[in-house]
């Protein structure tokens, strides 16, 4: 049987595959990147592609950004089933694929 493997920062199991869990340094991948990589306010998206914090629903857009996923939804809807989640939120589905819009001003 394997050892478990645990976060060396959460102390929590890990369910990456070895060679992952020794390249983030014995992490999770969000462990490695909030410990090396995330140089912000963890509640902010730190700009590194992929930063988990950049996936927080943004606050609740003005006039102009729900204008803007407005008219994204009337673009799409023709071909993608198009669901508001909230005030800066859509979720779009066709066929098997599903996709997250969120806007926010910046």
Not at 62 to 91: I, K, T, Y
């Amino acid at each position: 049987m394997a050892e478990e493997q645990i976060c060396m920062r959460c102390t929590r199991p890990v369910a990456l595959a070895p060679e992952d869990y020794e390249l983030f340094e014995r992490m999770h991948g969000v462990c490695f990147h909030y410990d090396f990589e995330h140089d912000a306010d963890v509640d902010a998206d730190c700009g590194v592609p992929g930063c988990p914090s950049g996936l927080l629903p943004p606050g609740a857009p003005g006039p102009a950004a729900q204008q803007a996923l407005a008219d994204v939804a009337g673009a799409l809807a023709g071909g993608w089933r198009v669901e508001p989640q909230g005030p800066a939120e859509l979720l779009l589905t066709r066929g098997g694929d599903v996709v997250r819009v969120l806007v926010a001003e910046g």
